[in-house]
């Protein structure tokens, strides 16, 4: 591993990991592995919030849930827990939050920023988890190449719902009528 284990570890291990207060990095558990990663670069940054920020004055227009922004523990199973950048809990599912802690089970929408670093660990090992537990809407946003993929939850599996690059509108299935240019993310 990177570093921190030389074994597969359950997420009760993974919460009582002794990380020093100065240590500055993201821990994923992705597959029984934690996994380091660094601070995001500042055009990722810069997506995470805009894309927050529109989906959150809209969610709270509409009192559809909550909004939760890296970093967010999601406890997916015994071997998964990742900090997506941005995650969608509607109120129908508010028994996910209503521990306190962290999310407990997939929520409704996953945003992944992606990194150049983060390509193969959130395309294919989170990807397959959040298809496996039915996240109903998956989002990779790609600010090097600014482009914004969405999948939805269809029959058990992820289908391309929109692609865009560099401009055009996504729109969202789960949050219904919320739709951004996606100049508005990358800007």
């Known amino acids: ?52 920020t529109y989906m959150n004055v809209y969610i709270k227009e509409k009192k559809l849930g909550r909004l939760f ?7 997916i199973d015994d071997n998964n827990g990742y900090q997506p950048d941005i995650a969608f809990v509607s109120n129908e599912r508010s028994f996910l939050i209503e521990g306190g802690e962290f999310i407990t089970g997939v929520p409704d929408i996953v945003v992944e920023i992606i990194s150049p670093g983060s390509i193969k660990r959130d395309r294919i090992d989170k990807k397959e988890n959040y298809e496996r537990y039915a996240v109903k809407e998956l989002w990779f946003v790609d600010p090097q190449n600014q482009t914004v993929e969405i999948y939805v939850m269809k029959e058990d599996s992820f289908a391309l719902h929109e692609f865009q690059e560099k401009d055009g509108l996504v729109k969202s299935v789960v949050l219904a009528g919320f739709e951004i240019d996606i100049k508005n993310i990358f800007e």
Request: hydrophobic share 45%.
């Open 69 to 75: 922004s890296a970093p967010v523990d999601v406890y």
């Open 1 to 52: 591993m990177i570093g921190i284990a030389e074994r597969k570890m359950t997420w009760k291990e993974f919460l009582e990991l002794e990380i020093g207060d100065n240590d500055l990095h993201i821990y994923e558990l992705i597959n029984g592995i934690p996994v380091k990663r660094s601070a995001p670069f500042l055009r990722h940054q810069i997506a995470s919030g805009n894309l927050f």
